[in-house]
Every structure is written in structure tokens, then in C-alpha cells.
Nanobody, 120 residues
Framework: EVQLVESGGGLVQPGGSLRLSCAVSGFTVSNNAMSWARQAPGKGLEWVAE????????AYAGSVKGRFTISRDNAKNTLYLEMNNLKTEDTAMYYC?????????????RGRGTQVTVSS
């Protein structure tokens, strides 16, 4: 059974940092392209970052580039999102996603998400 379980969210002040984790079972993270996406209240799912199956290609949305870092631990079969210099506009539910090739991340397999709230 495929499972993705996100954790690490919470309440943080602007300028703070969080590290999100996504524990995966049922498939091997290192053999698959993986993404992080987020959804703010009343908005659609927004792609944030992706890492390819070889780890050689990483991409970020312009709104997070330079502040967020996607990575994975193959031994733990876990995906991470390191978030620094957080802004209020980063407030959202964050999801780890196994995309379906050729399709929008909306159609990918995802976990239940972890809430990130940036507020003073």
C-alpha cells in the first residue's frame, strides 16, 4: 500500500524556519520524481518544488526559490522540504506528492498534508 505521511508543520514567526518531512512507504523515493505543493485557504494547489528520480534535477517555484530546499534521504525513504525566511504568504497546507507522468500534480498521489502557519 502506498502511503505518504507529512510532518513538521507548525506556527512560526515571519523570518523563521521549518523542516517538513514526508515518510514514504509502498514505493522507493529514489526511483521516482517527487514534488512538494501547497494549498492556501480558498486557493488551488500550488506546485512548490520537485526533485527528479536521479536527484540531478531540482526545480523551485519562483516564490520560494532561494528560501526553500528540497532533498531526500534514500536510506530512510523520506522526502524533505527545508523552509527558511518564511513569509506570511507561505501559510498553507503542504503536501508531498508522487506525480503521475504527464499529468498535473493535482492528479498525483499525496498524503494528508501538514499545516504551516506564518504569523507574528
Amino acid at each position: 500500500e502506498v502511503q505518504l505521511v507529512e510532518s513538521g508543520g507548525g506556527l512560526v514567526q515571519p523570518g523563521g524556519s521549518l523542516r517538513l518531512s514526508c515518510a514514504v512507504s509502498g514505493f522507493t523515493v529514489s526511483n521516482n520524481a517527487m514534488s512538494w505543493a501547497r494549498q492556501a485557504p480558498g486557493k488551488g494547489l500550488e506546485w512548490v518544488a520537485e526533485i527528479d528520480n536521479g536527484g540531478g534535477t531540482i526545480a523551485y517555484a519562483g516564490s520560494v526559490k532561494g528560501r526553500f530546499t528540497i532533498s531526500r534521504d534514500n536510506a530512510k525513504n523520506t522526502l524533505y522540504l527545508e523552509m527558511n525566511n518564511l513569509k506570511t504568504e507561505d501559510t498553507a497546507m503542504y503536501y508531498c506528492i508522487k506525480p503521475r507522468p504527464g499529468l498535473s500534480i493535482t492528479y498525483g498521489t499525496r498524503g494528508r498534508g501538514t499545516q504551516v502557519t506564518v504569523s507574528s
